[in-house]
């Protein structure tokens, strides 16, 4: 199932309105048919505006938390503790077993945004063996 964003249902009520708006601003000065017409055509317009620019901010906060994982450098051997405190708190997490350890207890950590995920491996002492999964999707 398709979910849509915050930013399409914003931009479609603010092109629908401002279409409303205008077309109301332009009756007086021309006919009716065209003042619907020129106010849908520019509501649209700020409706896809304010569409790419929710889309824009959405990547914006995924690129800052890349950033921050990028800064941090080659990751296993940091702690649990250091890296939230460096890039913030994890999303989610779940407990598995590290094959390359004699199937010894870990933790998956999950940090996600709309644009970029990664997912860490800690061991039982909160300290990362490695990067399990990362995805980058920027527009």
């Not at 890296?83 to 994890?90: E, F, L, N, P, Q």
């Not at 590290?98 to 010894?104: G, K, L, P, S, V």
Request: aromatic residues 12%.
């Amino acid at each position: 199932m398709q979910h849509t964003s915050t930013s399409v249902i914003v931009g479609a009520l603010f092109g629908a309105v401002a279409a409303y708006v205008i077309a109301y601003i332009l009756r007086p000065l021309i006919e009716l048919y065209w003042a619907v017409v020129w106010g849908t055509a520019i509501g649209s317009a700020l409706g896809y505006f304010f569409h790419k620019m929710g889309q824009l901010i959405k990547q914006g906060k995924s690129w800052r938390l890349h950033r921050r994982f990028a800064r941090l450098g080659e990751l296993p051997g940091y702690p649990l503790d250091y890296i939230t405190r460096t890039v913030g708190a994890y999303t989610s997490a779940r407990p598995t077993v590290i094959t390359d350890r004699n199937n010894a207890p870990g933790t998956l950590c999950t940090w996600a945004r709309s644009h970029y995920s990664i997912t860490l491996l800690f061991d039982q002492d909160n300290i990362c063996v490695g990067i399990a999964h990362e995805t980058k999707n920027y527009l």
